[in-house]
């Protein structure tokens, strides 16, 4: 099924692209002039399925993978080494000093200990394993990430009914939402967890249907990502807070004060007003497919002129995703674009991190689906390149910061900014196409005196839409061009 999804996708970007709407030329500029993408060499016989990722304080870069070994990686010397094995599906580690991690595999989170210093791994505790396992192939668990007072946070897939439970379960088993496509059968499926310092894993917020996966910014908001399917028009990222509901009702019967009811037979209408909105939708085919890991741009320079920024993943694209919140009306929303690195990127873009020398270093996984296998490595070359910055809601359109100075002729030209607007659904099918597709025409144009930062005035705003801008050719004069020419912002409030 999954593999359908991803052949619609395509063929959704096929007609997209050929389409006369929204359409541009071709970039002028190279991604490849300004990054450079190495494939990683890994050891001879390694199914690099790479599931988690991260590095330790002595600068070792450390991978897990889906046949359940967890490898360090010297980037000085090119030597892996094996520090532990037998794990179930690891698809999430925490560092948390040279000889020790977290991992989070399908059965338990693992505290995982080296305790000779010799490399490799001689002590395995199971941290926590209070939550619910039916067998079915869906039920993986991403994690853990911690908050700044200690407290941990894991991500609990839903099952699927292309597939049963077995005969052998863990936790208590309710039949409730398995007439659904996603089911929660044990506890906390669609769940975000948090397990308190005291040891004990408490419910945190509901409404996930595969949540791959988590992690908190600066400020010490919670963000996931989830993936387009039932319940999802598209796919989206969410910023968590506790005790809320985000969408997918199958979970909901693990919530104390939910009635017994099939959660998939409430009114749509009702669900709809229970659920908190996300703060960014990927659209579906063309954007993103299945978005991975948000990591934040720590670097501080040492990566581009991105610095603090939230990137994602995604398995079906040769990209990253920049996202570009603030704040409206109380709740967090905004734009996302594409990050391009060049053609040497693969797709199946599962997990990253940043090194300690700034460089994005990317695992990649395809686990049967669309996708790719192995790990690389994204280094900025020191030359900035012409791309957004920010883009801002006013109360007449947007105002989009660019990283240059721009060519004021492009600027100006209203032809290089086309927008449409539209919506997605929120229903139990499966996905959704776009809704009440319109484009937007551009009223006027202003540029700022330094010439980074055009003010677009627009025929229209309506909330609870998705606006698209896909720029021409605009360009610095020196003839950098903008290459990251999809942007789209998540209307959720008006200013």
Not at 216 to 222: E, H, K, P, V
Not at 250 to 272: C, H, N, T
Not at 328 to 339: E, H, R, S, T, W
Not at 443 to 450: A, G, N, Q, R, Y
Request: aromatic share 12%; proline share 5%; charged share 20%.
């Amino acid at each position: 099924m999954k593999i359908v999804k991803h052949i619609a996708a395509l063929l959704a970007l096929l007609l997209y692209s050929g389409a006369s709407e929204g359409q541009t030329n071709a970039p002028k500029d190279s991604a490849a002039n300004y990054y450079t993408v190495e494939n990683i060499p890994l050891p001879e016989g390694l199914i690099a399925e790479t599931g988690a990722i991260g590095f330790m304080p002595d600068g070792r870069f450390i991978a897990g993978f889906h046949r359940g070994e967890i490898m360090t990686y010297n980037p000085k010397t090119q030597k892996w080494k094996l520090f532990a094995e037998g794990l179930h599906d690891p698809l999430g580690i925490l560092v948390v000093k040279n000889h020790e991690i977290l991992i989070m595999q399908r059965p338990e989170l693992t505290r995982i200990k080296d305790t000779n210093g010799d490399g490799v791994a001689d002590e395995y505790q199971t941290v926590t394993d209070d939550f619910g396992m039916s067998g079915n192939y869906h039920e993986f668990a991403f994690g853990p990430v911690a908050d700044k007072q200690g407290n941990l946070y894991i991500a609990l897939n839903l099952a699927s009914n292309g597939a049963g439970i077995r005969p052998e379960i863990r936790g208590k088993y309710d039949s409730l939402s398995r007439p659904g496509r996603m089911y929660s059968c044990v506890p906390y499926r669609g769940w975000i967890m948090k397990l308190t310092k005291d040891g004990k894993l408490h419910p945190y917020a509901v409404g996930f249907r595969s949540p791959n996966t988590l992690g908190f910014d600066a400020q010490g908001r919670l963000f996931v990502t989830d993936n387009q399917g039932d319940w999802l028009g598209t796919s989206k990222l969410f910023h968590v807070e506790e005790g809320k509901f985000y969408g997918h009702p199958a979970g909901l019967i693990w919530k104390e004060d939910f009635p017994r009811v099939v959660p998939i037979k409430l009114p749509v209408a009702q669900l709809d007003s229970m659920r908190t909105k996300e703060s960014i939708q990927f659209p579906h085919g063309y954007f993103a497919n299945s978005p991975t890991q948000p990591v934040w741009d720590n670097t501080k320079g040492k990566f581009g002129p991105f610095a603090g920024q939230m990137m994602v993943g995604d398995m079906d694209h040769k990209y990253v995703m920049r996202t570009l919140l603030e704040e409206v009306g109380g709740d967090l929303q905004g734009a996302c674009i594409p990050m391009n690195f060049g053609s040497k990127m693969r797709i199946g873009n599962n997990r990253l991190v940043f090194a300690p020398d700034g460089s994005l270093w990317v695992g990649q996984n395809d686990h049967g689906w669309a996708g790719s296998r192995g790990i690389q490595r994204i280094s900025w070359k020191g030359k900035t390149h012409l791309d957004v910055m920010s883009m801002h809601l006013t109360k007449t359109g947007f105002d989009l910061t660019f990283t240059l100075p721009l060519n004021e002729e492009a600027a100006r030209n209203i032809a290089n900014y086309k927008f449409r607007r539209f919506y997605y659904e929120y229903h139990q099918a499966y996905g959704s196409k776009q809704f009440d597709v319109q484009e937007v025409p551009v009223k006027s144009i202003t540029l700022s005196p330094d010439r980074k930062k055009v003010s677009i005035e627009l025929t229209e705003l309506k909330p609870g839409y998705v606006y698209e801008l896909r720029t021409g050719d605009i360009k610095t004069d020196d003839d950098r061009y903008l290459f990251n020419n999809l942007i789209c912002y998540t209307l959720n409030k008006l200013l």
